[in-house]
């Protein structure tokens, strides 16, 4: 089972129209995890609209937590559709998903995305956040294997992340493997393969 993982669209149509090109063709992409940021400061509503419509076009589960500039009437439109990650436990088959929006609307507690998860239910799920894990920046350009690194109790399989645009590649905290994302705004997705929890990053074409 495979996953699409991209962040920070950024209101780039020709990223959004490559996207949809991309999975439109490739059949073996089981679903879609956006860590993110998918407009500007909360507009232009019609791009949100025309992400929406790709995403339904495109006919596989998409799972998102909102980047810093995902807030007001563009986040209300996106999660209408597509409910966040956010605070919440979320089942796919047999995987676990969670995650922790970026959007300073969440941060106030207006969104919901502060509500607080039990640390012990996120245990061996895919967390998804718009920012990296604090003080990680050492990221390896690719996959990396797992350390021999004690397990904890509440530590997730993996960590999928966005937010900084020019960092990308993979490093482990304890035994949880963190992808960080570059920008789809320039190009920048990833595959990632949830029964082996490896990697592969790609760029579209500039």
């Not at 791009?47 to 807030?71: A, C, H, L, S, T």
């Amino acid at each position: 089972m495979k996953a699409f993982l991209f962040s920070d669209l950024h209101v780039n149509y020709k990223h959004l129209n490559n996207l949809k090109r991309y999975l439109l063709e490739h059949k073996d992409i089981d679903l879609l995890i956006c860590a993110g940021d998918i407009v500007n400061m909360g507009e232009p509503i019609g791009f949100m609209e025309e992400f929406i419509r790709v995403v339904d076009e495109i006919k596989q589960p998409f799972f998102w937590v909102p980047g810093n500039n995902d807030f007001g009437r563009a986040f209300f439109k996106l999660k209408a559709k597509h409910p966040s990650l956010e605070g919440k436990i979320t089942e796919y088959e047999k995987f676990i998903l969670t995650g922790a929006g970026g959007s300073p609307a969440s941060w106030s507690g207006q969104y919901a995305g502060e509500n607080l998860i039990d640390k012990k239910k996120i245990a061996g799920s895919i967390f998804v956040s718009h920012v990296p894990p604090p003080g990680l920046h050492n990221f390896v350009k690719g996959d990396c294997d797992s350390p021999t690194a004690k397990k904890l109790i509440d530590s997730p399989l993996v960590h999928i992340c966005g937010h900084i645009h020019h960092i990308w590649g993979c490093a482990f905290l304890g035994s949880t493997k963190i992808i960080k994302l570059g920008a789809l705004e320039y190009g920048q997705y990833a595959i990632l393969d949830l029964e082996t929890l490896k990697v592969g990053f790609g760029r579209f074409p500039s």
